[in-house]
């Protein structure tokens, strides 16, 4: 038995030794640095090649689009935003853009200030859609367009206690809120699966908050009512 293993180790030696391998490298296409004591917070590419990214410079972020050599094409601070957790590419060259964001002036939301928001972006720096969600101190995880222009925005929004409270929303073409889902287990709607083009069943997985807490999968209908809800332990 030793002497098979000491004759496959030095097979091995040898082999390695006549035909040695070689470190493989990623090639660096480019390197270069944005802004001042700042950070990039979120990276996508366009269907075309090009980059965009969301940046944070002095506490400010900015939505840039890179071409392909990394260089600036346009760069536009987006009023509001105190965090983005969702950037999409979409067709010519815009970008769905979802995250936390202060409330504008203009927008009458009672006495909300600080909601979760999803914005479309062209890379002029244009809103053609702006849309508020949820109540005090809610936030935007995750976001999807369909071919009909209705969206999905999944994330949470907080109780009374302050806690963080699960969330999902269904908005219409027209940024009207056709639903609003809030399950009974979980804090944080990270992810949802929609089966059909304009979100006729969802299945969405609410995640607990901390160890002790209880997660759900919730199945909903286009109405917004769960087929049903599976407690995970």
Known sequence: ?????????????????????????????FDKGYG??????????TEDGNIVMANRNNNQICITWLDRMGNVKSSHLIQGFVEVNELTPL???????????????NRVRGNIS?????????PEGVPTRDIYVGGQGSSVIKAQIFPDNTMILGGYELKANGNKQGMLARISAQNKELY?????DGNICA????????????????SAE??????????????GKAYYSTRLP
């Not at 001042?36 to 590419?45: A, D, F, R, S, W």
């Not at 992810?191 to 609410?206: D, K, L, R, W």
């Not at 160890?211 to 109405?223: H, L, N, Q, W």
């Open 210 to 223: 901390s160890d002790d807490g209880v997660a759900s999968v919730v199945r909903m209908d286009e109405k």
């Open 191 to 206: 992810e949802f699966i929609v089966m059909g083009n304009s979100g006729e069943h969802v299945y969405a997985a609410f």
């Open 36 to 45: 001042e004591n700042g950070n990039i917070v979120k990276v996508t590419q």
């Open 114 to 122: 600080l909601c979760g928001r999803a914005v479309i972006l062209t």
């Open 1 to 29: 038995m030793k002497l098979k293993i000491i004759g496959s180790s030095l097979l091995w030696i040898l082999l390695t030794m006549a035909f040695p391998v070689r470190a493989q490298f990623m090639p660096v296409v």
């Open 91 to 105: 067709p010519q060259g815009e970008v769905l853009v979802a995250g936390q964001s202060g409330v504008q002036r």
């Open 180 to 184: 609003k889902y809030t399950p009974v």
